[in-house]
């Protein structure tokens, strides 16, 4: 997006996103960096790069399709006018409405998981504030949102966002960016969320560590981090650590075991089968039977089928029902 009119509120983009992996922290650092009175957050961006891919924009027409269908974009109701006939024009003004919802604020982020290389490519001044957790702590909780049942098996989801920054990270000057690790973050709030607000060109503010006051969440507990230690194991640990063992390690993780061993060719269609049945039995008891069976057949359908788009905003429903 390389020419951009600020609108009305002064906002014209970001001023910063939150990054990192799903199921790392980054809705918690959010909450923290809302409750400073100088700052705000829209919550997710999601939809303004989940469809890209490494280069390049999608067609207007194609990416108007594919945002009907997404939860997150029926919940917010954006007013999208065919005068928007580019992705970028698209994208601008659905920040520029969600925006408009905190004009009050010095600076509003977002937070977006998926394509973190890309941001620069609509935002190029925006700044990141990058979040990373131990993955095996990660691949543990994604088995309990049902994107996959087995948590050996769960490791892209870490592994594609660091991927995505590792990317763009050599491009960012210092004063761009800034990366807290969620178990440091538990342990020692204040030090990180002031790394946060420097960042911001901020002081830190006490209020941010009043976030569970006007949330679902609860007060900071250091014992929330290394659950995998507890509640997986060892085989599960080293199946993970065999993945991402490099990365660990660079981001400051120590591996079970020296020398991770990957898994046997009969392991491996033990652990797909179990998570398999694992995501069918989780996805059976969010949306019941016959709504899962649906969609198994209209996801094959086009992304415009009606039908198709019944059955996606049946479950987008039952899924903001969930919502935390």
Known sequence: ???RT????????PDFVIVGPLRAGTTMLRLMLHNHPRLALVGEFEESVAMLR????PKTADYRDWLATQRVVQTRGYELPEALDSYESVVQSMWTQLAAEHAGADLIGCTIHSRIDRILDLWPDTKLIVLVRDPRDVCRSCVGMGWYG?????????MEPIRHWERVRPTLPDDRWTMVRYEDLLEDPESQLTKCARLLGVDYHPDMLGFHESSSYERLDPR????????????????????????MRAYGYELSVQSPRGPSPLESIRLRLSDAWGRFR???????????????????LPITNSWRVRVRTRMNQIDHQHLR
């Not at 600020?6 to 983009?13: I, K, M, N």
């Not at 996805?283 to 057949?297: A, C, I, M, Q, T």
């Open 1 to 3: 997006m390389s020419e």
């Open 6 to 13: 600020p609108d009305q509120h002064g906002h014209p983009a």
């Open 54 to 57: 490494d280069s390049g924009f």
């Open 150 to 158: 087995n948590a050996a098996l769960a490791f892209p989801k870490w």
């Open 224 to 247: 929330l981090a290394e659950q995998w230690k507890r509640k997986m194991t060892p085989r599960c640990a080293e199946l993970i650590e065999a993945q991402c063992a490099p990365s």
């Open 282 to 300: 989780w996805r059976v008891n969010r949306y019941g039977l016959p709504l899962e069976l649906s969609w198994k057949f209209a996801k094959r």
